[in-house]
């Protein structure tokens, strides 16, 4: 399986810092469990960098100087639900974040632009994404980058954790979607 490619991009930091956006590699899934806050999601980080390599999601990683990820978004281009994603006009963002200590500073808005470029350069046209209700900050964010609010959506999803459990979660939460023009 190959990784699928895209230039990567540079972002400085308030203190001089580049952050290189670039997409995931293997060798990246530990670095996405930061540590440990994340080690939940091994399993399904493994099968989003699978489905990334079988060309339905791209993964771009923020990565310090010293090779620490530091921020994230996953792209989902084909669902199995058309209206979320259909792999060819519309696209799902999910799992974006950045570490604590660099936010702030403008990351997350070029990581939206970046992919906002990303995906008209495939041909999309429109992108979604579901922000928790209480994510009144996150929310705001995307308002500012185009996003408007398409309805309501109860967040409710499983995954099988590292310890083989399955695991729910439940985020009630809003739809957003922007048109890519
Ligand atoms: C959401 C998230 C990815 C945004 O990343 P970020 O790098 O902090 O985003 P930005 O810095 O571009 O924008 C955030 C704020 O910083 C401000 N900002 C942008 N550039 C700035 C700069 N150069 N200097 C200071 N502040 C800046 C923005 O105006 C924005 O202000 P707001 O509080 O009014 O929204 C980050 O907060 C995060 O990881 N949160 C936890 C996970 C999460 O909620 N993810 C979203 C799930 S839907």
């Not at 996405?32 to 399993?43: K, N, T, V």
Request: hydrophobic share 35%; net charge positive; proline share 6%.
């Amino acid at each position: 399986m190959t990784p699928p490619s895209s230039n990567p991009s540079t972002f400085t930091l308030r203190d001089g810092t580049p952050i290189t956006l670039r997409l995931m590699v293997e060798a990246d899934l530990p670095g996405l469990e930061w540590e440990g806050e994340y080690s939940h999601f091994r399993q399904l980080y493994r099968e989003h960098y699978e489905s990334a390599c079988s060309g339905n999601m791209l993964i771009w990683v923020a990565v310090s100087p010293t090779g620490k990820i530091v921020g994230q978004v996953f792209l989902l281009l084909m669902a199995r639900q058309p209206e979320v994603a259909d792999g060819i006009h519309r696209a799902y963002l999910f799992s974006f974040r950045i570490r604590p200590e660099h936010r702030n500073q403008g990351l997350g808005s070029f990581m939206l632009s970046f992919v906002d470029v990303e995906l008209k350069k495939r041909g999309f046209t429109s992108i979604r994404l579901n922000v928790a209700r209480a994510n009144s900050q996150a929310r705001k964010l995307y308002e500012r980058h185009g996003y408007h609010l398409i309805g309501p959506d109860p967040g409710v999803w499983r995954y099988i954790d590292n310890n083989g459990q399955w695991q729910t979660v439940r985020e009630p939460a809003w739809k957003m979607q922007k048109k890519l023009d």
